[in-house]
């Protein structure tokens, strides 16, 4: 009980550490230069479409949904094989305690 | 296991290794383009998620009531496939959200409430496996309120400002992408099953070994 414990307190340590790395490599920096406000793109009041965006801002979509389909399906996976790995050593188990107590019946 | 296992177990993983191609095959949304094509997996685990919740807390309810450690064994299963196909509904959405609404996550009725029956799934398995003897009754009480989230969840984007769309979406599908959908809608549904089955096999099995032990005690 303890390892498993350690285990998912390992996991979580690992998935703050990088939740915290990642966040201020998202913020911009703050030693960038300030632009003029003729240099800044007009505001934007009204819809704009998702393909009608400048190249620059617009952002590739198959690694998110290539990303999304391997994540549904490698989680799937493993938890087929954490369920299957479950039943075997329980049968195992039974199978086992089964034998011990048809011996010891007998003797 | 039953004889309807392992021809429904082969079906399911048949139709999921087949869904990309049934996705692929389905018409692009005039606005996102090709990220939209996540809807596919994220809203039938999104229902499944849903789904899990309902089993879990009707299978607490009756445990609650009859005391039937069947029932117990039925939402234990359940409660471990809420953590799943939430974590797959919080992950595949955010991804989806990053393309189409430009920021992984927005604190809006749906996502939030989404979050929190998720966590409360998290805590009725915590309380399970750390909780000791007689931790199934509260735990129970616990699935209740996994359960009460539910309708929330689903009306929460009819009721409330949020860009989430509304539940009026799907019923208006035209056939090329309503098919996809519903293609991966019953796929899930089969792995839910299946899967419950299994986890609820590993529960028997693991009661049978412990009668096997104290039986061996007694002796």
Redesign the interface.
């Known amino acids: 009980?303890m390892k498993t414990?350690k285990r998912w307190c390992a996991v979580l340590a690992v998935v703050f550490v990088s939740a915290v790395v990642s966040v201020p490599a998202q913020q911009p920096s703050p030693q960038s230069p300030p632009t003029s406000p003729a240099s800044q793109p007009s505001q934007q009041n009204e819809f704009i479409?998702?393909?009608q965006l400048p190249p620059q801002e617009q952002?590739a979509?198959?690694p998110?949904?290539i990303?999304?389909?391997v994540?549904?399906?490698a989680?799937?996976f493993l938890?087929?094989l954490s369920?299957?790995r479950?039943?075997t050593n329980?049968?195992r188990?039974?199978d086992r305690?089964?034998t011990?107590?048809k011996q010891?019946g007998r003797a | 296991m039953p004889k309807w296992f392992t021809p429904v177990a082969f079906i399911c993983g048949t139709m999921l290794a087949v869904s990309p191609l049934v996705i692929a095959n389905a018409d692009y949304e005039s606005t996102m383009g090709l990220v939209q094509k996540i809807f596919y997996y994220h809203m039938p685990s999104a229902w499944i998620f849903l789904t899990a919740s309902i089993v879990c807390g009707v299978a607490s309810i009756r445990y609650l009531m009859t005391g039937d450690p069947r029932h117990d064994r039925t939402a234990l299963a359940a409660g471990e496939l809420v953590v799943v196909f939430g974590l797959l509904t919080l992950v595949t959405g955010p991804l989806w959200a990053r393309k189409a609404w430009g920021t992984f996550w927005i604190w809006d009725a749906r996502t939030t409430s989404s979050l929190v029956s998720w966590m409360i799934a998290c805590a009725y398995l915590i309380l399970r496996r750390y909780g000791g003897p007689g931790s199934e009754k509260l735990a129970a009480a616990l699935a209740l309120f996994g359960m009460a989230n539910v309708p929330f969840i689903y009306i929460s984007v009819n009721y409330w400002r949020t860009i989430h769309p509304a539940t009026s979406v799907v019923p208006k599908l035209p056939f090329t992408m309503g098919f996809p959908l519903w293609f991966c809608v019953i796929t899930f549904a089969l792995v839910f099953i299946v899967l419950l089955k299994l986890r609820v096999r590993v529960e028997e099995q693991q009661a049978r070994l412990d009668g096997l032990y104290l039986s061996l005690d007694e002796r």
Do not use: E, K, N
Request: glycine content about 6%.
């Open positions: 009980m414990l479409p998702i393909d952002l979509a198959a998110l949904l990303g999304a389909y994540f549904v399906l989680v799937l938890y087929v369920v299957a479950r039943l329980v049968q188990d039974l305690l089964d011990t107590i010891g």
